[in-house]
């Protein structure tokens, strides 16, 4: 019996198996337990719960202004699952301690 007959989805092949690795936005494949991972997995979270805010609301500018937001995250995670290592470089630049001068 087909899953679209019995109401489930279909399965889905990549042909690449599961080493516990995934793609990259343009090509390349890193551990499922990359950090770069969270990231981007936390930032698409953020986008989802900001979209369902957003849908509740009933006063146009401040929708505009989480809608922004909105892109502003989903351009974050883009940049960085496209550029992984400048990600990790500027992650380690914000851990570096800061100096008063």
């Not at 494949?29 to 930032?43: T, W, Y």
């Not at 957003?54 to 909105?70: A, G, H, I, K, W």
């Amino acid at each position: 019996m087909s899953a679209r007959a019995t109401g489930g989805s279909p399965p889905i092949y990549t042909k690449t198996g599961d080493d516990g690795s995934t793609g990259l936005l343009f090509g390349g494949r890193v551990s499922k337990a990359d950090p770069v991972i969270e990231v981007c997995g936390a930032l698409d979270e953020a986008v989802a719960a900001l979209g369902l805010g957003r849908s509740l609301l009933d006063d146009e500018p401040l929708e505009l202004m989480v809608l922004e937001l909105q892109r502003g995250l989903f351009a974050a995670a883009a940049e960085i699952a496209a550029n992984p290592a400048s990600a990790r470089r500027a992650a380690g630049d914000l851990e570096e301690p800061l100096s008063h001068e």
